[in-house]
């Protein structure tokens, strides 16, 4: 799990604890856990407490966002760290338009994924 600075907590709208994310996926906390150990979610330490939390904008209609794990696995590949990724994803793109988060919740996952694979060129 990564700690981040405060310009890319600052991206990131809004977080979800793994307590919040298991009620609303309807699975336990330690499944929530499992998906972040797989990559399928990037945590991070926040706040006083340092909780681990998760981008809301990750998990929609009851599941993890569509496209979100394949996304994860080409900037992983591609040497991304989390605190990089999460950059990344939640930084405005005037030609997507709007943000990979936002393309992938939106179901533009296509343009997501091919825009991160040229990342590796």
């Known amino acids: 799990m990564t700690e981040i600075d405060t310009k890319t907590d600052a991206l990131v709208p809004s977080w979800l604890t793994l307590p919040d994310i298991a009620e609303q996926l309807g699975v336990e906390v330690t499944r929530v856990r499992q998906l972040v150990k797989e990559g399928q979610l990037i945590a991070v330490r926040r706040g006083e407490n340092r909780v681990l939390q998760v981008p809301a904008d990750f998990i929609g209609d009851g599941r993890v ?5 394949g996304t994860l696995t ?32 939106e179901n533009r996952g296509t343009e997501v994924k091919r825009r991160a694979q040229a990342l590796a060129v």
Do not use: S
């Open 65 to 69: 966002v569509k496209g979100l794990a």
């Open 74 to 105: 080409l900037l992983k590949d591609d040497g991304f760290t989390d605190e990089e990724m999460l950059e990344w994803l939640f930084t405005p793109d005037p030609t997507l338009p709007g943000t990979p988060a936002q393309a992938l919740r």
